[in-house]
Protein backbone atom coordinates (compact mmCIF):
# COMPACT_ATOMS: atom_id res chain seq x y z
CA UNK A 1 0.00 0.00 0.00
CA UNK A 2 1.36 3.40 -1.14
CA UNK A 3 1.83 6.39 1.51
CA UNK A 4 -0.58 8.80 -0.58
CA UNK A 5 -3.48 6.86 -0.51
CA UNK A 6 -3.66 6.75 3.54
CA UNK A 7 -5.76 9.73 5.03
CA UNK A 8 -6.01 11.35 8.22
CA UNK A 9 -9.01 10.15 10.03
CA UNK A 10 -11.19 13.12 10.48
CA UNK A 11 -8.94 16.11 10.43
CA UNK A 12 -11.65 17.94 10.15
CA UNK A 13 -14.07 16.41 12.70
CA UNK A 14 -13.56 17.88 15.96
CA UNK A 15 -15.29 15.98 19.01
CA UNK A 16 -16.12 18.82 20.83
CA UNK A 17 -18.64 20.11 18.48
CA UNK A 18 -21.41 17.82 20.01
CA UNK A 19 -20.46 19.53 23.07
CA UNK A 20 -21.06 23.11 21.61
CA UNK A 21 -24.20 21.75 20.13
CA UNK A 22 -25.59 20.48 23.11
CA UNK A 23 -24.50 23.64 25.39
CA UNK A 24 -26.23 25.85 22.39
CA UNK A 25 -29.39 23.54 22.82
CA UNK A 26 -29.30 24.23 26.40
CA UNK A 27 -29.11 28.24 26.15
CA UNK A 28 -31.79 28.63 23.84
CA UNK A 29 -34.42 26.13 25.45
CA UNK A 30 -36.72 28.51 26.63
CA UNK A 31 -37.40 30.03 23.20
CA UNK A 32 -37.48 27.06 21.02
CA UNK A 33 -39.54 25.33 23.95
CA UNK A 34 -41.84 27.96 23.74
CA UNK A 35 -42.17 28.37 19.97
CA UNK A 36 -42.34 24.40 19.54
CA UNK A 37 -45.41 24.17 21.81
CA UNK A 38 -47.53 27.34 20.46
CA UNK A 39 -46.69 25.86 17.22
CA UNK A 40 -47.74 21.86 17.64
CA UNK A 41 -50.84 23.87 20.13
CA UNK A 42 -51.97 25.98 17.09
CA UNK A 43 -51.68 23.40 14.67
CA UNK A 44 -54.28 21.08 16.87
CA UNK A 45 -56.29 24.10 17.74
CA UNK A 46 -56.90 25.22 13.57
CA UNK A 47 -56.98 21.63 12.66
CA UNK A 48 -59.41 20.37 15.29
CA UNK A 49 -61.54 23.99 14.03
CA UNK A 50 -61.63 22.08 10.65
CA UNK A 51 -59.31 24.50 9.30
CA UNK A 52 -57.53 22.87 5.89
CA UNK A 53 -54.02 21.62 6.37
CA UNK A 54 -51.87 24.26 5.24
CA UNK A 55 -53.37 26.84 6.23
CA UNK A 56 -53.44 25.59 9.92
CA UNK A 57 -49.98 24.85 9.13
CA UNK A 58 -49.03 28.39 8.34
CA UNK A 59 -51.00 29.34 11.35
CA UNK A 60 -48.89 27.51 13.72
CA UNK A 61 -45.58 28.65 12.32
CA UNK A 62 -47.07 32.37 12.48
CA UNK A 63 -47.80 31.42 16.06
CA UNK A 64 -43.94 30.51 17.09
CA UNK A 65 -42.63 32.93 14.95
CA UNK A 66 -45.04 35.36 17.42
CA UNK A 67 -43.78 33.41 20.37
CA UNK A 68 -40.32 34.03 19.44
CA UNK A 69 -40.22 37.30 18.84
CA UNK A 70 -41.82 37.94 22.88
CA UNK A 71 -39.15 36.55 24.44
CA UNK A 72 -37.00 39.90 23.43
CA UNK A 73 -39.83 41.67 25.14
CA UNK A 74 -40.07 39.86 27.74
CA UNK A 75 -36.30 40.18 28.81
CA UNK A 76 -36.68 43.81 28.11
CA UNK A 77 -39.61 44.47 30.45
CA UNK A 78 -37.06 41.73 33.43
CA UNK A 79 -39.72 38.92 33.10
CA UNK A 80 -38.76 35.09 32.78
CA UNK A 81 -38.20 33.73 29.67
CA UNK A 82 -40.09 31.11 30.77
CA UNK A 83 -43.44 33.25 30.59
CA UNK A 84 -43.03 32.67 26.61
CA UNK A 85 -44.36 29.27 27.28
CA UNK A 86 -47.67 30.61 28.86
CA UNK A 87 -48.26 33.53 26.28
CA UNK A 88 -47.14 31.34 23.39
CA UNK A 89 -49.85 28.89 24.17
CA UNK A 90 -52.49 31.51 24.78
CA UNK A 91 -51.57 33.27 21.25
CA UNK A 92 -51.87 29.81 19.80
CA UNK A 93 -55.29 29.08 21.61
CA UNK A 94 -56.64 32.37 20.99
CA UNK A 95 -55.37 32.13 16.84
CA UNK A 96 -53.30 34.66 15.00
CA UNK A 97 -56.17 36.76 13.64
CA UNK A 98 -57.16 37.19 17.22
CA UNK A 99 -54.30 38.32 17.90
CA UNK A 100 -53.31 40.56 14.77
CA UNK A 101 -56.67 42.32 15.48
CA UNK A 102 -55.83 43.34 18.99
CA UNK A 103 -52.10 44.40 18.19
CA UNK A 104 -53.81 46.47 15.41
CA UNK A 105 -56.43 47.95 17.66
CA UNK A 106 -53.37 49.14 20.47
CA UNK A 107 -51.44 50.59 17.57
CA UNK A 108 -54.25 52.59 16.48
CA UNK A 109 -54.76 54.54 19.88
CA UNK A 110 -50.65 54.87 20.19
CA UNK A 111 -50.54 56.35 16.98
CA UNK A 112 -53.41 58.59 18.08
CA UNK A 113 -52.06 59.69 21.04
CA UNK A 114 -49.08 60.38 19.45
CA UNK A 115 -50.50 62.16 16.35
CA UNK A 116 -53.04 64.63 18.31
Known amino acids: MSSYNVRPAMPAKDPNNWQQLVNLMASIWPQLYAA?????LALARALHA????????LEAVMCGCITLALVPVLDHFGLSQNLAVAFGAAIAFLGVEWFRDRAAAAAERLLKRWIK
Open 50 to 57: GGKPVKSL
Open 36 to 40: CLAFG
